[in-house]
C-alpha cells in the first residue's frame, strides 16, 4: 500500500472512531458537505470560530461562577451558547453536557454548576484534541499528494 | 431560476458562519445580521428579502419580537424561525409573532431545501 492510500485509509478509520466513539454527529457531514473547491478550508474555519467562541465562554463561565452572589441567568445564557455551537458543528458530548448544566441553572444549583463546569470543559478539550488531530491527518494526506476521501 | 436574497438574524457566529455557507451553496446571495434590531434596522434603510432565518434567543431584540416588528412595518416575505427550543408552547409564541415556517436547529441542507420549497424556489 502506498504513502497516500495509507494515510488516506488512516484518516478514514479515525474519523470514522470519532462518530462511533459520540465525539461527533451527522452535523459534522453536514460541514463536510459544505467543504468544495472554492471553500477547501471550510470545516477548520467554522471548528476554529468554535473554539474561539467555546474559550471565550468557558472563562466567562469560570467567572460567573466564582463569584458570590452567582448571576444564574448570565451563566444560562453563556451554555445556551455553547450548546448552540456545539450542536451547529456536531460536537455532541459538549452538546449533552450542556443540557445538564442548564438544568442546574434552572435549579440554582452552584455546586451542580460547578461541577457541570468541570466536565464540559472537560469534553471540549477532548473534542478539540480530537478534531485537532484530524486536520493534521487531513494536512499529512495533502501533503503527500492525495485527496481528502468524502465521506 | 429567480435570484434570491436571505437574511440570516443570528447573534451565534458559528451559526452565522455556518447559515451563510448554507444558503451560499444553494445559490442564495444573504446578509447576515446579529440581532433582531439590525434585522429591523435593515430592513428600515430600504433592503428588502425573499426570506429570513430567524434565531429566537438573541440579545438586544428576540426573534420573537423582530418578527411581531417586521410584520407590523408591512415586510411580507417568508420567515422561518429557527432555532433550538422545543417546548410546543415556545414554538407557539414564536409562530404567533407572524412566522411562516419553524425548524429545530442544528439546520442541515434538507432543512433548508424544505424551507425554500415553501417560497417557490426550484433547485
Redesign the interface.
Known amino acids: 500500500m502506498d504513502t497516500v492510500t495509507q494515510l488516506q485509509r488512516q484518516l478514514v478509520d479515525y474519523t470514522n472512531s470519532l462518530f462511533l466513539e459520540g465525539f461527533l454527529n451527522e452535523q459534522f457531514n453536514q460541514l463536510q458537505q459544505l467543504q468544495d473547491e472554492s471553500n477547501p478550508d471550510f470545516v477548520v474555519e467554522v471548528v476554529s470560530l468554535f473554539f474561539q467562541d467555546s474559550e471565550r465562554l468557558l472563562n466567562e463561565l469560570a467567572k460567573i461562577l466564582e463569584q458570590k452572589n452567582i448571576d444564574f441567568k448570565k451563566v444560562d445564557a453563556h451554555v445556551h451558547q455553547l450548546k448552540g455551537s456545539s450542536s451547529s458543528i456536531g460536537a455532541q458530548r459538549v452538546q449533552r453536557v450542556c443540557i445538564a448544566f442548564r438544568n442546574s441553572c434552572e435549579e440554582k444549583n452552584i455546586e451542580g454548576c460547578q461541577k457541570c463546569l468541570q466536565h464540559v470543559k472537560y469534553e471540549y478539550t477532548h473534542v478539540k484534541n480530537k478534531l485537532e488531530t484530524l486536520f493534521k491527518l487531513e494536512q499529512q494526506v495533502l501533503a503527500a499528494g492525495g485527496t481528502i476521501p468524502m465521506y | 431560476m429567480n435570484k434570491i436574497r436571505a437574511l440570516v438574524v443570528d447573534?451565534?457566529?458559528?451559526?452565522q458562519?455556518?447559515h451563510h455557507?448554507?444558503l451560499k451553496?444553494l445559490g442564495i446571495e444573504n446578509q447576515v445580521v446579529k440581532n433582531g434590531k439590525e434585522a429591523v434596522d435593515v430592513h428600515s434603510s430600504g433592503k428588502y428579502f425573499d426570506l429570513i432565518l430567524m434565531d429566537m434567543?438573541m440579545p438586544i431584540m428576540n426573534g420573537i419580537e423582530a418578527t411581531r416588528r417586521l410584520r407590523a412595518m408591512g415586510i411580507r416575505c417568508m420567515i422561518a424561525g429557527v432555532t433550538?427550543r422545543s417546548l410546543d408552547q415556545e414554538k407557539q409564541e414564536f409562530m404567533e409573532a407572524g412566522l411562516d415556517d419553524y425548524q429545530e436547529?442544528?439546520?442541515?441542507?434538507a432543512k433548508l431545501v424544505s424551507i425554500l420549497h415553501k417560497i417557490n424556489y426550484t433547485t
Open positions: 447573534d451565534n457566529m458559528v451559526n458562519t455556518i455557507r448554507l451553496n434567543d433550538t436547529k442544528p439546520l442541515t441542507k
